[in-house]
């Protein structure tokens, strides 16, 4: 099971981000588990 998926552009050697929060990174969270710790509220 996949924990993240990252849909990258490749262009002239280099990887371009996507306009989207996280830089476009989909995290699965369903397979990460409980946090071992949290900070703030």
């Known amino acids: 099971m996949d924990t993240a998926k ?5 262009q002239d050697g280099g990887v371009l981000p996507p306009d ?7 995290v699965n969270e369903g397979v990460l ?4 710790a949290v900070w703030g509220e």
């Open 20 to 26: 989207l929060p996280g830089l476009g990174i989909d």
């Open 33 to 36: 588990g409980e946090p071992v």
């Open 6 to 10: 990252f849909d990258a552009v490749y």
